[in-house]
C-alpha cells in the first residue's frame, strides 16, 4: 500500500512539472554483484515506456550495466548479453583449455592451491582472480566508443565510482579507457585484484559509495531515479561466522552512506531481491525477473516524465560488432622481461591478419594463460589506408614464484603429498623453474627447466627420481619360477635429459635431446646364493630421443571432446651394462586417442597405445608390462584394466580402450570401459592381428573434485577368471 501512495504521489508531481522546460533525467544504479541482474529488467521497463536517460551513474556491478546503456545498447541487449555468459568462468578467469602453453598442458594441472612467493616469503593471492576475463569481457562489448576518453561524450553522459585503497574515499570515473573504469569500480575485494588507474590503487566502489545519487545531482539533473539491489544488515541472529560478521562490519559505512543518498532521490526503485547474494549467478534469470516486476509497478511515472520530454535525440541501435580489422602494424608497451618474439610468439598475431574483436580477445587469452601478466589491454587505431594499429598494453606481473600444492593416493605409489615450486626469471627472461616434491609413501621428484623463445626454438633440462616398490605379478620373471604367483618388486629410475622443442598453435610440439638414465629393478623374492635379492638391473643408460605430441583435448580429466597423440622414438646407445650383455638398441611407443560427446551427457573416448622394440635386447627391464590402472606409469609400464599391474608382458604390444562415460550430474560420472591387447615378441609378424587377443572390462564412479579426480573401479578380465578393485584420489603425478 506504501508503495503505491509513493508512485501516486510521483506521477502527480511529473503531471504538474513546470512546462516551461524539458526535464532532465539521471538514472543511478546501485552495486550489488549478481543481485544488479535486476538492473537490466528495469532498464527494459524503461525502454518500453520511452523514456529518454539524458545522464547514467553507477557502482559496480551497476556501472557495468550502466556502462552498457549509457554506448548504446538496450536493456533488452544487456539482457541477451547477461544470459549468454558464464559469470562463474569470467570471475575465476578461467581460460579454455586450448589457450594454456603446452608446457602446462603436459606437467600443469595437478594442483589444487597456488600460494605467492615474494623474496623467500609465501603469501596469499590478493583475489580469486586478476580479473583479466572481465577486461577481456568489457573491451569486447565496449569497442564502438573505443577513440572516446571523456565519458560525457558518450551516446548517454556516464560516470562511476570506484574506491581507492589508501585512504577509502570515492573516486570519481568520468574520463580515460571506459573498459578499465567498469573494471576498476566492479573490483569486489578478494574476487577480483585492484586495479591501479592514474597512480591509484582502485577496488569495488561500493565501499565508498555504493549509489551516487549525490554526484548525480551535481550534474544539473532534474529527476533522478535510483536503482538499489542492496540488502540490509543482518539481525543478530544471522551473525554465526566470522565471515558473517566481516561482512557486517564492513557493511556499516555503506548502508549510512547510501540511507543518506536516498534522502535526496526523486524515484526509488528497490526490487525485492531476498535470499540473492552478491555470487547468485546461477539465479541470473530469476533475478532478472525480479527487475522487471518491480520496474512494471513505476511504468505510469516513466509514461509520464517521457510525455515531458518533447526534445528526445534519436537513439542510435547499437549492433554486436563482428567487423574484421586487417592489422597493418603492431606496436607492444609494457614488455621488459619478455621479448617481442615471445610475446608475438604467443599471442599468435602478424601483420596482415584480419581479427574480428572475438578473435583478438582470444589470441590474448594465449598470451594470459602464461601467467606471466597483471593485465592485457589494446587498442585499434584506424589509418588513412582503413588498416588499423594493434597496440598492446602490458602490465607485467611482479610476482614471479609461487608454491603449489597436491594431494594423492593410488594403490602403487600409496598416498604422495605434492609441493611444487616454480619460478620465472631465475637465469634468463624468458625461463621457467619448476620443482615437484613429493612426500609419502614412495619419495620422487621432478625438475623442470624450460625457456620459452616463443617464435624460436626452445630448449630446456628435465630430472626425475621415480621409485616405487609392490607386489606383482611381473609376467616375465615369475614364468621363470613356476612356484611364485607374484614378486616383491623394488623399482628405481633416475632420469635426465635435455631438449630441443618447438610449438606449432598450441596443439603439437617436436623435440628431440638426449638422455641419462638408471634403472635399478630387485626383488627379495627370489634371493640368489650370494646375495639375500635378485638384481634384474643396475646400469647407467645414455640415449637419444625424439617425439612428436599432440593434445586438444578440452580436459586433461574426463574430456568430452578433442585428440591426443604421444609418439616417442629411443636410441639406448651405451650402458654401463650390469648384466654385461648389452647391445645398442631402440623403442618406440606411441598414443593416439579421441573423444566425443553425444547429448551434451555421455562422451566416447578411444585411446590406442603400442609399442615396439627394435632390435633384441637381452635385459627382460625393458619389455613392455601391461596392467593395472594409473595415469602416472612411466617408461614401459602401461595400464590395463583386468590385469594385475605388470603381469602382461613382451617385446611388442598393440592396445584399444574403449571408455563410455556418462556425467550423471555436474562433476559426476559413471563408466562402462573395455580395453583389448596383444602382446608378442612381434605383434605384427603375422597378418592376424586378432590372434590371442587379451581382454579386460570395468565399471566405475568417477567424481572431478577440487583436489582431482576421485575414482572407484571394478574390473575383471575373462581371461583369466580374475578381478580388482582400483581406487584413486586426487590428480596425477
Known sequence: MKKLLVVFYLVFSVTFYSQEKQPKVGLVLSGGGAK????????????????????????????IVGGLYAIGYSGEQIEQIVLKTDFVSLLQDKLPRNSEPFFEKEFGEKTFITLPVHKGAV??????????????????????????????????????????????????LEKGSLPLALRASGSFPTLLNPVVLDNKLLVDGGIANNFPISVMKSKGMDIVIGVDVEGSLNQKEKLNTVVDLMNQIVSYQMYRKTDKEKEILDVYIHPEIKGYNVVSFDK?????????????????????LALKQT????????????????????????????????????????????????????????????????RIAYHLTKKKDNTYSLKLQLNETNENANLKLGVHYDFLYKSGFLVNYNQKHLLLDNDLFSLDMVLGDNLRYSLDYFVDNGFYISYGFRSRYNHFRTNSKFNSIISQYPSISSINLKYTDITSQFFLQTAFNRRFTLGLGLEHKYVKATTETIASASNGVTIFDNSNYLNSFGYLKLDTYDKKYFPTKGYFGDLNFKWYMVSSDHNNDFSPFAQTKGTLGFATTFWDKLTFQMT???????NDVNSDVFDFYLGGYNKNYINTFVSFYGYDFAELSDNTFLKSEFNFRYAIADKHYLSLIANYGRLEDNVFKNID??????????IGYSYNSLIGPLEIKYSWSPDNKENYWLFNLGFWF
Do not use: W
Open 608 to 614: 590406442n597405445e603400442a609399442g615396439f622394440t627394435l
Open 689 to 698: 592381428l586378432f590372434e590371442n587377443i587379451k581382454t579386460g572390462y570395468a
Open 36 to 63: 544488479g541482474f535486476a538492473h537490466i529488467g528495469v532498464l527494459k521497463e524503461i525502454d518500453k515506456a520511452g523514456l529518454q536517460i539524458d545522464y547514467v551513474g553507477g557502482t559496480s556491478m551497476g556501472a
Open 123 to 172: 603469501g596469499f593471492p590478493k583475489a580469486v582472480s586478476k580479473g583479466q576475463n572481465v577486461l577481456n569481457f568489457l573491451m569486447e562489448l565496449l569497442a564502438s566508443v573505443e577513440g572516446i576518453s571523456d565519458f560525457k561524450k558518450l551516446p548517454i553522459p556516464f560516470f562511476c565510482i570506484a574506491t581507492d585503497v589508501e585512504d577509502g574515499n570515492a573516486v570519481l
Open 284 to 304: 541470473k534469470v530469476e533475478i532478472l525477473q525480479k527487475g522487471i516486476e518491480e520496474g512494471q509497478k513505476f511504468n505510469k511515472v516513466f509514461k509520464e
Open 311 to 374: 526534445h528526445k535525440t534519436a537513439r542510435k541501435k547499437l549492433h554486436f560488432n563482428k567487423e574484421k580489422f586487417l592489422i597493418s602494424d603492431i606496436d607492444i608497451s609494457g614488455s621488459k622481461l619478455y621479448t617481442r618474439a615471445f610475446v608475438l610468439g604467443k599471442v599468435k598475431v602478424k601483420v596482415g591478419d584480419r581479427l574480428s574483436r572475438k578473435e583478438i580477445t582470444k589470441r590474448i587469452h594465449l598470451l594470459s594463460s602464461t601467467k606471466n601478466y597483471e
